[in-house]
């Protein structure tokens, strides 16, 4: 069975940082990405990263603020924030895709719960 599961998340005031974590179980994937849905908006891709961890990709709002990585040991995606703005306040989710480039923000087809990352003024 297929777990993702996030934690991390937080709350914190402008220009500070949080890392999420996400742990991965249940088979092998071709792309892990971060997601992420403010409310009354539509979810959003974040980032991603292969799934040997070789190539990253980022919404271009959070280029030179995020880092994805991910533990092939221990099967774990983070996802590191710096600099946070309140914009980026929102329900984070890991995602994770069984075929497929990360180079492509589709085709994720499984989910984890998502954390709260929320980032006052």
């Known amino acids: 069975q297929v777990q993702l599961v996030e934690s991390g998340g937080g709350s914190v005031q402008a220009g500070g940082s949080l890392r999420l974590s996400c742990a991965a179980s249940g088979r092998t994937f071709s792309a892990m990405g971060w997601f992420r849905q403010a409310p009354g908006k539509a979810r959003e891709f974040v980032a991603a990263i292969s799934w040997w961890g070789v190539g990253t990709l980022y919404e271009d709002s959070v280029k030179g603020r995020f880092t994805i990585s991910r533990d092939n040991r221990k099967d774990m995606v983070y996802l590191q924030m710096i600099s946070l703005k309140p914009e980026d306040t929102a329900v984070y989710y890991c995602?994770?895709?069984?075929?497929?480039?990360?180079?492509?923000?589709?085709?994720?087809?499984?989910w984890g719960q998502g954390t709260q990352v929320t980032v006052s003024s």
């Open positions: 995602a994770a895709k069984s075929s497929g480039s990360y180079l492509t923000s589709s085709s994720y087809n499984y």
